[in-house]
């Protein structure tokens, strides 16, 4: 009920459609931050946002690679963060200076403890 | 000013009635001089008592920014790479040079936002809950200030029993204040789209807008 209420109240200001599929990356990010044990969804969520734009052929909105990458990263997938942050800079050259960085920080042979999942 | 044109501004005051009303425009200037492609949304300042309020909010304004055009950077990842530079102090980040930061994430812009009330109150028959904040945004190239906004969102449901939109928002809102806890989330979305979208105060069109750069007769 709520929702289309609230649709309703926003038109009188949004000045455009959508322009990209965000999927439920407020809420998950709402629902992480309220119970930090909620990563698992909040990953989920950036996933299946990168998911359903390749099926639609739909551009990935701004920063979500980055911020898979980054929970990647803390989990010590750092060739999966790095692969990640370069998607983001290659869809949005803005992020550059920022993906360079980290990229060079999850590329490092041994950067600090969170990456230890790399070593056998 | 005549009386279609006075007609004309209250019927757009009505409409935009569910953001807020209609201040006086904004000088764009310095923000047309610089032209933003992209915004860092910064750590957010809390001057309520709800210590999770920044968090939450966090949640609803990365969304908004980009819709409208822009380059943001993804919030989550940018609140704990500055916390692992030793910069989650908000208060300290918004005291900050914003060029260092424009060094940091290649950023053209930053946004520094302000919550200063995030509360309900209940006393007896009814409830009001405010969300108030203050955004500004600064060049991280000459640290001039592009664009400012102020807006307060408040809900008293019980005496919003009037007809229309507003009436239909506010028993909604309603429904949602009757749980345990007030839900913050819809003011906080309300007064972020108050912020953006509105034409004469808001954010103009950015770089992924097909009006960038074309919309200087409403911005």
């Avoid at chain 1, 969804?41 to 998911?51: F, G, M, Q, T």
């Avoid at chain 1, 010590?76 to 949005?92: D, I, M, P, R, T």
């Avoid at chain 2, 200030?145 to 005496?159: A, F, G, I, R």
Wanted: glycine fraction near 8%.
């Amino acid at each position: 009920m709520l929702l289309p209420v609230l649709l309703l109240s926003v038109v009188g200001c949004a000045t455009q459609h959508q322009r990209y599929d965000w999927g439920d990356y407020d809420p998950s990010l709402y629902g992480y931050y309220k119970d930090p044990t909620k990563l698992g969804e909040l990953s989920a969520s950036l996933a299946a946002v990168i998911d359903e734009a390749g099926k639609n052929h739909a551009t990935v909105p701004p920063g979500i690679y980055a911020e898979y990458g980054y929970l990647q990263l803390q989990q010590g997938k750092n060739s999966n963060a790095v692969e990640l942050f370069k998607q983001e800079e290659n869809h949005w050259p803005e992020s550059k200076v920022f993906m360079d960085r980290m990229i060079k920080v999850a590329s490092a042979p041994v950067a600090n403890t969170a990456t230890s999942g790399r070593t056998p | 000013m005549s009386i279609a044109r006075k007609i004309a501004l209250l019927s757009l005051v009505a409409f935009f009635g569910g953001c807020a009303s209609a201040p006086p425009r904004y000088n764009y200037t310095q923000f047309r001089t610089e032209g933003p492609r992209s915004i860092l949304v910064v750590p957010v300042i809390n001057k309520s008592i709800d210590v999770n309020a920044p968090d939450y909010f966090l949640a609803t304004i990365a969304t908004p920014l980009a819709e409208r055009g822009y380059y943001v950077f993804p919030v989550n990842m940018v609140k704990s790479v500055l916390a692992d530079d030793g910069l989650s102090d908000a208060n300290l980040v918004h005291a900050g040079d914003p060029h260092r930061l424009g060094e940091l994430f290649g950023t053209d812009a930053v946004m520094y936002i302000s919550i200063e009330r995030w509360d309900a109150k209940y006393v007896v028959l009814s409830t009001t809950v405010t969300v108030e904040l203050n955004y500004v945004l600064k060049s991280a190239h000459s640290g001039e200030t592009l664009w400012k906004n102020h807006q307060v969102v408040v809900y008293q449901p019980q005496q919003s029993s009037g007809g229309g939109i507003a009436g239909l928002v506010a028993n909604a809102i309603a429904a949602a204040i009757a749980k345990a806890a007030p839900n913050y989330m819809p003011l906080a979305r309300q007064a972020n789209g108050g912020a953006i979208n509105l034409k004469g105060t808001g954010l103009p069109a950015g770089p992924y807008d097909g009006m960038f750069g074309k919309d200087s007769a409403d911005f």
